[in-house]
């Protein structure tokens, strides 16, 4: 079994900064690419960035230039910086790893964490 923790949400003003963390546990073999989405009251889950092993990144419009995602391959762990936050980055947000145990590879996901703008 495979658990993601995720942590560092809150409440926060607009403009100000969150970090999100997330840390990878278990039968762990390797961990591909892994990623943070959210989702929003109402809203289908998105994706916000992600990133692979050897470090490429890929983000969406919204976030591009404002959050950094990073990760530590020695602590299996993902982290998500978000700078100059906007009401509208108020959602429930998830992390996500595609993971390699000894077994079989499959996806998993955390259980999530709140982040609230105020604007």
């Known amino acids: 079994q495979v658990q993601l923790v995720e942590s560092g949400g809150g409440l926060v003003q607009a403009g100000g900064s969150l970090r999100l963390s997330c840390a990878a546990s278990g039968r762990i073999f390797s961990i591909n690419v892994m990623g943070w989405y959210r989702q929003a009251p109402g809203k289908q889950r998105e994706v916000v960035a992600t990133?692979?092993?050897?470090?490429?990144?890929n983000y969406a419009d919204s976030v591009k230039g404002r959050f950094t995602i990073s990760r530590d391959n020695a602590k299996n762990t993902v982290y998500l910086q978000m700078n100059s936050l906007k009401s509208e980055d108020s959602a429930v947000y998830y992390c996500?790893?595609?993971?390699?145990?000894?077994?079989?590879?499959?996806?998993?996901w955390g259980q999530g964490t709140q982040v609230t703008v105020s604007s």
């Open positions: 996500n790893a595609d993971v390699d145990t000894i077994i079989r590879r499959d996806d998993y």
């Open positions: 990133i692979t092993s050897g470090g490429s990144t």
